[in-house]
């Protein structure tokens, strides 16, 4: 689709936008969102006719691109058959949504709960969790993210949490690895993995193993940085919660559904959690959708019990209509291998010669596409090119490479100190090296900032 400038409609959309939308995350003064024309594969364009290709997946959600054609065929043959249906009935869109999905998830995660995203996802794995154990406490990570709702956001491991932080919510932090910045002053992976372990372990013990519920980690880290788990990790935390009778909960909400160049993040792992949590990548968010998927064990604690919980929307119809549509695609086009393919010969390879010629690259992570650049002011001290949470002036370094991206077409996935590269798995590798070459440029003005 080629993009026509509409500069009046865009202004229009502009000011209807600036008048009566809330936007998250934000202080609604000092924003000034895109007005966003139209979108197609990997590229959108604005009202003026830039088109941008999109490094970031929308919220890295877009795994099959933009507009993909056979899932907007599935949404609207769908909507022509059966719009909405309540979720206490048994309909084919459902059904068949929760059967791909149990087809893929690892070991015996074979019931799925569906819910309308990835923040109420996690909700209601943890409240399985406690009903389960008869436990009060979750244990989660520094550096995470779970989602914005009450008990995710406290759940949560980075500021996001701060400003709805009770106090009172039962959840514990502590240190998962990660090398670079190692807490633990390992060295090696090896001692990063067994120190990282130790510290869990103590944090139970000074808990109270009877006391905890649940423990949830993001399978590899998105927002907090890609921080792909150094082997053995995940496994020992496996082998920690059987230990204590603990729930084992792994977060794909951005991992899942072909990112890393797996169905699952824990293929990579060799591991099974008790619970798994997706959403994003279901259905590339074309329609709101997530859920839960269940192990046989704490499927059964609710097998004559009721499950106190539920959502009007659960297993939407226009939803799972699109996810059935989208992990066909997947399976039939080649996605997962796609995104595993490229990630290991393009992606991982270019970045990495991106990293030798920039000093502002202090270092490169990732898989498949997924993928991250932590940038640095000194690659000695490995001090920050941003300090952690900056804004205003202080975040002036990020935000000068930031523009430049998107001035060169590109739009970035920027947090904190890094930015990411996470394309939808359907890119291909000729954009793939139309938007790396844009981010070589961009780091230049990342390196100005550097020491």
């Known amino acids: 689709m080629t993009p026509q400038p509409n500069p009046e409609a865009g202004a229009a959309v502009k000011a209807a936008d600036r008048d009566h939308v809330f936007h998250s995350w934000s202080a609604q003064e000092l924003i000034d969102p895109l007005a966003v024309a139209g979108a197609e594969g990997s590229y959108f364009w604005d009202y003026d006719g830039r088109r941008y290709l999109d490094f970031s997946s929308g919220l890295v959600y877009t795994n099959v691109g933009y507009q993909h054609p056979r899932v907007v065929a599935a949404i609207q043959e769908q909507a022509g058959r059966m719009t909405t249906f309540a979720p206490a009935f048994a309909i084919e869109a459902r059904s068949e949504a929760a059967r791909l999905i149990a087809e893929r998830t690892p070991g015996d995660l074979d019931k799925i709960f569906f819910t309308n995203g990835g923040a109420d996802a996690v909700e209601h794995a943890i409240r399985m969790a406690r009903l389960h154990t008869g436990r009060p406490k979750v244990l989660s990570a520094y550096r995470s993210y779970h989602g914005g709702t009450q008990q995710a956001v406290n759940i949560t491991g980075d500021p996001r949490r701060w400003a709805s932080d009770s106090g009172t919510a039962g959840v514990v932090h502590f240190w998962a690895p990660y090398l670079y910045r ?52 995940l496994a020992g935390v496996r082998e920690l919660c059987d230990k204590y009778g603990i729930v084992f909960v792994l ?25 798994l949590t997706f959403a994003k990548g279901v259905n590339s968010g074309y329609v709101p959708l997530g859920g839960v998927a269940i192990s046989g064990a704490i499927a059964e604690t609710f097998g004559k019990r009721p499950y106190p919980g539920g959502l009007t929307y659960s297993g939407h119809p226009l939803a799972c209509a699109a996810a059935v549509a989208t992990i066909n695609v997947m399976a039939e086009e080649g996605v997962v291998e796609n995104a595993a393919r490229l990630g290991a010969n393009v992606v991982g390879p270019q970045l990495r010669e991106l990293a030798a010629r920039h000093p502002s690259v202090g270092e490169v992570r990732g898989v498949g596409m997924f993928w991250a650049l932590e940038l640095v002011r000194d690659r000695e001290t490995r001090e920050p090119l941003v300090p952690y949470n900056a804004a205003g002036e202080a975040n002036a370094p990020m935000a000068a490479f930031a523009s430049a991206a998107k001035n060169g077409g590109l739009w970035p996935f920027v947090n904190m100190n890094r930015t990411h590269v996470v394309p939808p798995c359907t890119v291909t590798e000729a954009e793939l090296k139309e938007g790396l070459a844009v981010l070589d440029a961009a780091l230049s003005v990342a390196d100005e900032y550097t020491k």
Do not use: K, N
């Open 182 to 233: 190692s807490r633990f002053y390992a060295e090696t992976e090896e001692q990063e993995c067994a120190r990282a372990l130790e510290h869990l372990e103590t944090t139970i013990a000074f808990e109270g193993p009877s006391t905890v519920a649940a423990i949830i980690l993001e399978t590899i880290p998105g927002t907090a940085g890609i921080m792909v788990p150094p082997p053995g990790y």
């Open 251 to 275: 977060d794909e909400v951005m991992a899942g559904f072909g990112r890393t160049g797996e169905w699952f993040a824990a293929d990579l792992f060799g591991v099974t959690p008790d619970l």
